[in-house]
């Protein structure tokens, strides 16, 4: 049996779950992250968003987890590579890739800013 056969979908699932489960446990910004984004949807349920508010809240908050998971997928493969020893190049690419997850983070609460002050506004003044 060849090393990229097919092992099913189920055993997909299980993989992709493991590696949610590492990222959960070993990464705190990612922990961080589940949990602004947690406190963004309930806030979402508690100001009555509308489903194409929700449908923008969950790209922005998923947007942000991915960027994190990709900064550590670089991380995680870096350090493997050169076996955690300094270089001036994995240091660039890591503030590279934090500068990725910087950018989606800022765009998200861009995004949320507008959903939200705009909601929290109308409740506030009326």
Do not use: P, W
């Not at 992709?16 to 979402?44: D, E, M, P, T, V």
């Not at 994190?68 to 270089?87: C, G, H, P, R, W």
């Amino acid at each position: 049996m060849s090393k990229y056969a097919s092992t099913g979908y189920l055993r997909s699932f299980k993989n992709a779950f493991n590696g949610l489960s590492c990222a959960y446990k070993s990464q705190k910004n990612y922990r961080f992250h589940l949990l602004i984004g947690f406190i963004s949807l309930l806030l979402g349920i508690l100001l009555n968003f509308k489903c194409l508010e929700y449908c923008v809240l969950i790209l922005a908050i998923s947007n942000v987890i991915t960027a994190e998971l990709f900064n550590s997928v670089i991380e995680f493969t870096l350090d493997a590579y050169y076996k955690n020893k300094y270089s001036k190049l994995v240091k660039m690419a890591k503030d590279l890739s934090a500068g990725v997850v910087f950018i989606a983070a800022m765009t998200s609460l861009t995004i949320g800013f507008i959903l939200f002050a705009r909601k929290i506004l109308i409740l506030v003044l009326y």
